[in-house]
T-cell receptor, first 114, second 113 residues
Framework: DQQVKQNSPSLSVQEGRISILNCDYTNSMFDYFLWYKKYPAEGPTFLISISSIKDKNEDGRFTVFLNKSAKHLSLHIVPSQPGDSAVYFCAASNYGGSQGNLIFGKGTKLSVKP | EAQVTQNPRYLITVTGKKLTVTCSQNMNHEYMSWYRQDPGLGLRQIYYSMNVEVTDKGDVPEGYKVSRKEKRNFPLILESPSPNQTSLYFC????????????FGNGTRLTVT
């Protein structure tokens, strides 16, 4: 049973436009959410996170939105750049239930075209 | 430089031949974990360790062993590798606070023939 779902395996966006990556989760006990970016031949790197007490967190071009009632979060990248082309993983955790272990989605491959 | 180091980066072996993938971190992190990444399946946790001498199973522990004798090292052991363990493996670590981000190594590409 997949607790963290990224239903779009891939997304293609024009440079300068907005990229929106989506993530749904099923476990209402999750209280911390993160996005990781992964380039080929490298490990995932942390991008941005959000606690369940917030509904938005911003860091430069990256903004994560959390809708707890819908159990949905999204990552917005504005403006998108070719260097943003990578696989993006959504992850969630719940200290009480999983000792803080991260549950990852399957990833979305973003391609930003010049 | 703060980092998680895995070795080797690439490994080709045969069924049944024991192997160890090493992982070391220089950030004095308490928590360490192993993941495998497979096409269409994302990142799945194999084992994790909350601190020295404390290890526990993740979602896909079958066929793997780990040990945590020192804080900085967390080796992954495949006693009798099988072809279904062909995968890309990542080691990761973080501090004791559970909502601190994981730091990942660059991965080990394992092929079992």
């Amino acid at each position: 049973d997949q607790q963290v779902k990224q239903n779009s395996p891939s997304l293609s966006v024009q440079e300068g436009r907005i990229s929106i990556l989506n993530c749904d989760y099923t476990n209402s006990m999750f209280d911390y959410f993160l996005w990781y970016k992964k380039y080929p031949a490298e490990g995932p790197t942390f991008l941005i996170s959000i606690s369940s007490i917030k509904d938005k967190n911003e860091d430069g071009r990256f903004t994560v939105f959390l809708n707890k009632s819908a159990k949905h979060l999204s990552l917005h990248i504005v403006p998108s750049q070719p260097g943003d082309s990578a696989v993006y993983f959504c992850a969630a955790s719940n200290y009480g239930g999983s000792q803080g272990n991260l549950i990852f989605g399957k990833g979305t491959k973003l391609s930003v075209k010049p | 430089e703060a980092q998680v180091t895995q070795n080797p980066r690439y490994l080709i072996t045969v069924t049944g031949k024991k192997l160890t993938v090493t992982c070391s971190q220089n950030m004095n992190h308490e928590y360490m974990s192993w993941y495998r990444q497979d096409p269409g399946l994302g990142l799945r946790q194999i084992y994790y360790s909350m601190n020295v001498e404390v290890t526990d199973k993740g979602d896909v522990p079958e066929g793997y062993k780990v040990s945590r004798k020192e804080k900085r090292n967390f080796p992954l052991i495949l006693e009798s590798p099988s072809p279904n363990q062909t995968s890309l493996y990542f080691c990761a670590s973080r501090g004791q606070i559970y909502n601190s981000p994981l730091h990942f190594g660059n991965g080990t590409r394992l092929t079992v023939t």
